[in-house]
């Protein structure tokens, strides 16, 4: 196992994993929501052979000092946190790589700091028009802003579950929708990352988040704290990347049977009204599925008719593709950073 180690910021004291010190290239990987930086750990052999990484906990998450998160400002109370962290470190240029919500911290991060990411690794990203509350794949939002996104859409039994810390139904959904059945990472793995779910800082601050009730389905419009409600079409989208001067290369790479972010997502309500699984959904024409893969195939296409490259990559497995399937994420990675040869 890799040491843990901490850092002090000048927003707040930020815990993270670094291998590979020495080389170098670095890579700045952020982890997704509901995880922690450790979840990287089982990539950290193969990467510390050419790669000085640092992986840290996002605010809200791991072992991360504890601090609200301000949803209004989106994704750039994180930002800003890598930011500090990075100036802690002394990192000035890096190729930066985010999974799930870090795929949409790197999005924010990159528009506020393009001139210190090299090149733009993004695995299974939520949509950049906002994780629920929007339809087409345009990311159109629904009226009010925020209907149907931020902390009120959080499943109650998630919540709960971290609360009570209940080991075997949090291995039963990490089995389900993290992965693709029948794959499963090894008992000891599954251990940390489940122990690693529980460190997550609950709450209206935190996650989900806060949340206002209003009359049209489903019912819930994104608030202004917390980690749901920043990721919400009212605060999260991320169309100023589109427009950077000097825009990053970007390797899109997600799984081929994803069901966190997916056309037919199974954690999103216009998707679970449609099975039944959700009462009173109103009907395709009035609250139609959230396209979250056509929403960023649409956004990079726009990235690249304005100047940039992207290359999307599609790999065996779910959510967490590059650990069901690391050989080909290796392989993917290095064709798209490879080593500088020295003369």
């Not at 392989?331 to 950073?337: G, K």
Request: aromatic letters at 12%; proline letters at 7%.
């Amino acid at each position: 196992m890799y040491q843990q180690r901490s850092i002090a910021t000048d927003r707040l004291r930020t815990s993270y994993y670094r291998t590979g010190e020495g080389h170098s290239r670095r890579l700045l990987m952020l982890h997704g929501n509901l995880s922690s930086a450790a979840f990287y750990l089982p990539l950290f052999t193969r990467l510390s052979r050419s790669w000085d990484v640092c992986a840290p906990d996002l605010r809200c998450f791991g072992d991360t000092e504890e601090a609200p998160l301000d949803a209004t400002r989106g994704y750039r109370d994180w930002s800003d946190d890598i930011y500090a962290f990075c100036r802690a470190l002394g990192w000035k240029r890096f190729t930066l790589c985010g999974w799930s919500l870090g795929g949409n911290v790197a999005m924010q991060f990159v528009t506020d700091h393009p001139e210190m990411v090299d090149r733009l690794i993004l695995i299974a990203p939520a949509s950049p028009y906002g994780f629920g509350g929007s339809y087409g794949e345009d990311g159109s939002a629904y009226h009010p802003p925020g209907l149907g996104s931020g902390g009120g859409v959080a499943n109650p039994a998630l919540v709960n579950i971290t609360t009570r810390s209940s080991r075997m139904i949090l291995r039963e959904l990490l089995q389900r929708f993290c992965f693709k059945p029948p794959f499963r990472m090894s008992w000891r793995w599954e251990n940390i990352f489940i122990q690693e779910i529980g460190k997550i800082k609950l709450g209206d601050n935190y996650y989900p988040g806060s949340y206002t009730l209003c009359p049209r389905w489903p019912f819930v419009v994104a608030g202004q704290r917390g980690v749901l409600n920043a990721m919400s079409p009212q605060y999260g989208k991320l169309s100023a990347m589109l427009e950077l001067k000097r825009k990053p290369k970007v390797l899109w790479i997600h799984g081929d049977s994803d069901e966190i972010v997916s056309d037919t997502s199974m954690v999103d309500l216009g998707y679970l009204g449609k099975l039944g699984l959700v009462s009173g959904w109103p009907g395709e024409l009035v609250y139609p599925p959230q396209p979250m893969l056509s929403q960023t195939r649409h956004f990079f296409q726009l990235y690249k008719e304005r100047g940039g490259s992207v290359r999307e990559v599609v790999i065996p497995g779910g959510h967490m593709c590059a650990l069901e399937s690391p050989e080909d994420f290796f392989r993917v990675l290095d064709a798209f950073t490879p080593i500088p040869r020295v003369r």
